[in-house]
């Protein structure tokens, strides 16, 4: 009965690669969003969208894609990665306006 | 723009002391939220607090209560009678009512010594 969930939770690939991380609430919330935290702990909003509706997107690559099929998923694609790309991605959702909660982040690791 | 600033990177205290984590902010606005949150070893992040601006009481959850000074615009977190689970890097972090989009602090380092 995970509330937000993520897969997978570590993902290791090569340069240049594509790949996407999924993410799902069972929350009932109308928002979700992606964030990326850094090696040095800072957390930043990439993406939020309400109801399937892009509603923020941060100065982000367009190599990354969000794409929300429906209210309680949120997926990120990301295209040609690089080293930078290296960082753990957190999905979150909230009803709008009130406090987000977060899944268990994916480890992404470029090499 | 907004920001937060948690000015400790790192701090310990000693298992049942209290402990006061600091953060400000800067913002022109005058209705938002302020929250924090903990990430245990695990990565979670957990909410531990909020506090609506427009509030003048301190919000309180068990052994965590905030100081919130509205003027100066600080938001400090206080643990009381720590305990080892509560070592964690903690967030600081502000969204406005109008807006969904929470912006963060750098975090500071909890550490618990038995």
């Known amino acids: 009965d995970t509330a937000v969930s993520q897969t997978p939770k570590y993902l290791v690939t090569q340069m240049g690669n594509d790949k996407s991380i999924k993410c799902e609430q069972n929350l009932g919330h109308d928002t979700m969003y992606w964030y990326k935290q850094d090696s040095k702990k800072f957390l930043k909003i990439m993406f939020s969208y309400n109801n399937k509706e892009l509603i923020i997107n941060e100065t982000v690559p367009n190599r990354f894609s969000p794409k929300s099929p429906d209210k309680a998923h949120l997926n990120l694609h990301i295209n040609s990665l690089e080293l930078g790309d290296s960082a753990v991605y957190f999905c979150a959702s909230s009803s709008w306006g009130y406090e987000q909660y977060f899944g268990p982040g994916t480890r992404l690791t470029v090499t | 723009a907004q920001t937060v600033t948690q000015s400790q990177p790192e701090m310990s205290v000693q298992e049942a002391e209290t402990v006061t984590l600091s953060c400000t902010y800067d913002t022109s606005e005058s209705d938002y939220y302020l929250f924090w949150y903990k990430q245990p070893p695990s990565r979670q992040m957990i909410l531990v607090i909020r506090?609506?601006?427009?509030?003048?009481q301190n919000a309180t959850e068990n052994r965590f209560s905030v100081n919130f000074q509205k003027a100066a615009k600080s938001f400090s977190l206080k643990i009381s009678d720590s305990q080892l689970g509560d070592a964690a890097m903690y967030f600081c972090?502000?969204?406005?009512?109008?807006?969904?989009?929470?912006?963060f602090g750098k975090g500071t380092r909890l550490h618990i010594l038995p």
């Open positions: 972090a502000y969204r406005l009512r109008r807006d969904d989009k929470i912006i």
């Open positions: 506090q609506e601006a427009y509030k003048q």
